[in-house]
T-cell receptor
Framework: EAQVTQNPRYLITVTGKKLTVTCSQNMNHEYMSWYRQDPGLGLRQIYYSMNVEVTDKGDVPEGYKVSRKEKRNFPLILESPSPNQTSLYFC??????????????FGQGTRLTVV | AQSVTQLDSQVPVFEEAPVELRCNYSSSVSVYLFWYVQYPNQGLQLLLKYLSGSTLVKGINGFEAEFNKSQTSFHLRKPSVHISDTAEYFCAVSPSGGGADGLTFGKGTHLIIQP
């Protein structure tokens, strides 16, 4: 089954404690991205990756890191989480980032709370 | 750069009544247009997309949308809604000429179906 898998689904952590949210897709997609969803703000792109070893900042990259060492995985890293990073996070992938006329597939989401 | 405006944050509708969710966009280049649906506690799922050709696009679950270039709109419609249509609906755009901008989302419209 074609899917994007995020882990964990729910996470509560304390300020400053490094964490990683994993994302994996099994569709051999080139393009992957991370979004955060906040009430009244919709989805905003954090980082994206056009292909292996190619990553770039989205609209709200501050406080986040990503890596793309393999095509299928695109982890989101919070080196020192802060309460304003409490949000619902989605990983997405699509066949290609160029001329994005292909469907984007989304993971189930990770609800992060930073206290 | 692109922007998307969803004019209604919440739309309450009685079951079996018609519904229209409004979406307007702004872009200096040609765009592709999408509607995504998010059911409670789930990720986003593609409802329909407009790439080119006929301005009336049909999607899953009986939804359709009409692209109006002169009004820069892409409103979503369904002639008769069901309780199971209760969800958050997101309009999104991406540049048709390529580029790594990915999807730009509106803030979402919460469709509430009342029995």
């Amino acid at each position: 089954e074609a899917q994007v898998t995020q882990n964990p689904r729910y996470l509560i952590t304390v300020t400053g404690k490094k964490l990683t949210v994993t994302c994996s897709q099994n569709m051999n997609h080139e393009y992957m991205s991370w979004y955060r969803q906040d009430p009244g703000l919709g989805l905003r792109q954090i980082y994206y990756s056009m292909n292996v070893e190619v990553t770039d900042k989205g609209d709200v990259p501050e406080g986040y890191k990503v890596s793309r060492k393999e095509k299928r995985n695109f982890p989101l890293i919070l080196e020192s989480p802060s309460p304003n990073q409490t949000s619902l996070y989605f990983c997405a992938s699509s066949l290609s980032g160029r001329a994005l006329n292909t469907e984007a597939f989304f993971g189930q989401g990770t609800r992060l709370t930073v206290v | 750069a692109q922007s998307v405006t969803q004019l209604d944050s919440q739309v309450p509708v009685f079951e079996e009544a018609p519904v229209e969710l409004r979406c307007n966009y702004s872009s200096s280049v040609s765009v592709y247009l999408f509607w995504y649906v998010q059911y409670p506690n789930q990720g986003l799922q593609l409802l329909l997309k407009y790439l080119s050709g006929s301005t009336l696009v049909k999607g899953i679950n009986g939804f359709e949308a009409e692209f109006n270039k002169s009004q820069t709109s892409f409103h979503l419609r369904k002639p008769s809604v069901h309780i199971s249509d209760t969800a958050e609906y997101f309009c999104a755009v991406s540049p048709s000429g390529g580029g790594a901008d990915g999807l730009t989302f509106g803030k979402g419209t919460h469709l509430i179906i009342q029995p």
